[in-house]
């Protein structure tokens, strides 16, 4: 389409659409500071899946969320399209589509904002005023926030963020217990093949008792109970599972005070960076250059076989998944420097 217009200085009502995962939009959230430092009087709305909106919650830079999931049949091109002409009757003055696939352009179409910018990733970019093609390179922070640039926002604030109450900081020491100083460490991810094995989390929860003096605390989704509980057998008691008994923001709180936190590239890992906790990386088939820890002090221990990155659908290797191949040895050292560059966190 052909590039309308842009008045910065109307815009009231400014629309993000980020339809996909926790992690996803935890890392969206300095185009969210960009836009509000920028457009400071306007109404910043945003569109998510119900999974990902505590992360959103607290979040000065956001006035109001957006479930697109809410009911049954969302997948539909139909709900999308309805959803989106609810958007219209709203008259949005700005668009920022950071999702970038065939849903999120559909439903911009449908909600016919005054300008529309974002990302052409799914060969539809014509149908946005001004757009920004895929690529792979680059942290994807920085990715995103050049979607805020298109329209003259100051992308000065690059590290993630999730804003917490008090409440929920007690919530998470109560949980947490009065054991002493702990590691946190995360064997769940969202895809099978990010996830280094449990019994090796098991193995590296001892040493660092052994080393540091830090009991373990395994966390995840009620999913990973039992990949947890694997890892506290493995590690002859010296660790606890919490896995399945926090929310996403009593995850956050319980990360926080947490010495460091070991996990492989998953909404945790990017949790516990934005609330500043020193993080251990283990990358595989996703690769650190886009996806790192950013907000936090992180050691990255990864694997790169010729064919990293992929695609991560199946692993075609002779010898498994690349992240089986990091050694517990290797991320005790990694965890060790941490723990030496990190002594006042």
Known sequence: MKEREFHPGSVRSILVLRLYFIGDVLLSTPVLAALRDTFTDARITVVLKRRAAEVLERNPDVDEVLLYDAVPGYHSPVWTAR?????????????VDLTGDFRSSWMLVAADPAYRVGFNHAGLGFLLDRS???????????????AAALVGAETDRTEPRIHLAEGELRTASDLAGGGGPYVAMAPGANNPLRRWPAERYGGLARRALESHGLRTIFVGSPTDRSLCSRAVSASDGTGVSLAGRTSLRTLAGLLGPARAFVGSDSGPLHIAAAVGTPVVGLYGPNTPDR?????????????R?????????????????????ISVDEVE???DRLLARTKEH
Not at 138 to 143: I, L, N, Q, R, T
Not at 294 to 302: L, N
Request: proline residues 11%; glycine residues 10%.
């Open 83 to 95: 959803f989106g002409l609810g958007l219209r009757r709203r008259r949005f003055d700005l668009a």
């Open 132 to 146: 920004i093609p895929y690529r792979a390179d680059g942290h994807v922070v920085d990715h995103l926030l050049k």
């Open 291 to 303: 996806f790192s820890p950013r907000g936090a002090p992180a050691e990255v221990v990864a694997r």
């Open 305 to 325: 076989p010729p064919c990293s990155p992929c695609g991560q659908r199946r692993c075609t290797r002779d010898a498994g998944p690349c992240v089986e191949a």
């Open 333 to 335: 050292a990694a965890l």
